[in-house]
């Protein structure tokens, strides 16, 4: 086994390059760029279902009728990571 490379992997990514752990990083075909995101927003989750109330994984925007955002995702399906009540004030509801 070459430097890079997993155990009990395929040879080769979803996008045809070779798999190692330099591209096994950066693509976004192979699933892993994905894998440690929600690795990490389920960590998220998990520490704030500890201290605060209505946590939710994934949850859906309102959709956005008439508005100028410059930056970012205005899409009927657009999501969040988490979003949680009582992080920072009671009955506070934040997004992240």
């Not at 009990?8 to 699933?31: I, R, V, Y």
């Not at 929600?38 to 998220?44: S, V």
Request: glycine share 8%; charged share 25%.
């Amino acid at each position: 086994m070459g430097y890079g490379e997993f155990l009990n992997t395929p040879p080769f990514c979803e996008c045809g390059e070779k798999n190692n752990a330099d591209h096994a990083l950066s693509c976004k075909k192979g699933g892993y760029v994905n894998m440690r995101h929600d690795q990490i927003r389920n960590l998220e989750a998990d520490f704030m279902k500890a201290i605060c109330r209505d946590v939710k994984i994934e949850p859906h925007l309102i959709p956005i009728a008439n508005d100028h955002i410059n930056n970012g995702n205005t899409t009927d399906q657009a999501r969040l990571d988490v979003s949680c009540v009582g992080i920072w004030g009671p009955m506070e509801k934040k997004l992240f």
